[in-house]
């Protein structure tokens, strides 16, 4: 079996570190051996699941999940120790004044890192990572495109030798409809479904990629639109207008359903959950994923 990789996206506060834990969890308990990844300096799960750490090695939080914080200089420093081997050489190395400097100005490589350090189960490159499922809960969508385009931009730039293969590789495997799979995560309101819908529309242009659409925080309202329509007459102040604001979300949410089903033929909807369980609630999201 191939090791898949989900890369979870999405404006900021569309809930896509939530639904990754979601996915991540509900592979899981398929019988996945499945790592969950952050990316960036600061772990969103540590305090949201109240775990003692996150970082850069793997934590088992659950049976077959484990959680892991990767950053491009985490992700740089231990290909440079898999490279070099002995750790005192490779730490030398990487601390070196030259090198630093190189890293800070060099475009692109911190994201070519943590996309090295992501596809080098599929690739065979690089230290084991004995995980069926990695699900990454990925940049946002800017910084998430950026992302994606590091490794053809590296492989335009040094074209001979193992960075300029490497980065050919990492582009042949980020493109592999087996491998790779992207969820974009949005909420069904205007700017964040503006933001998906650019998203998607790039991944297909640029990558050849079907990124799967998830509508988050759906409202469901357990009552008939009539039985709504019939209250926002009512005379008395405090019903009506809470069923005039449940038509008017509604009217608005029913509207961008429909924008989002002419944007994807894979699309799913996350009702809103009123769960203050972390691990209750990335349950039941999972549930409908």
Known sequence: MKQQIHFVTGKGGVGKSVLAAALALKLSQSGNRVLLVELGDQSFY?????????????TQV????????????????????????????????FDNAVMRAFINVAPALPELAILGKITSGPRKHGPALPFDCIVVDAFATGHFKALLEAPKGMAQAVQFGPMGEQSRNIDKVIRDKEICHYHIVTLPEELPLK???????????????????????????PVSVSAIDEAAKEPEEGLRDFALYLQQHLHRQSEMVKNAQGLTKDLKSVPLFFETQPWKLVELIGEKL
Not at 46 to 58: A, G, K, S, T, Y
Request: net charge negative; charged share 30%.
């Open 46 to 58: 540590r305090d949201f699941f109240d775990l003692p750490q996150v970082e850069f090695h793997p």
């Open 195 to 221: 933001e998906a819908t650019e998203l998607s529309q790039d991944l297909k242009s640029e990558f050849d990629i079907e990124a799967e659409i998830i509508l988050n925080k759906m409202l469901a309202v």
């Open 62 to 93: 659950k049976q077959n999940l484990s959680v892991a914080l990767w950053s491009g200089d985490t992700c740089l420093r231990e290909y440079a120790q898999y490279l070099i081997k002995v750790e005192s050489l490779a730490k030398l190395f």
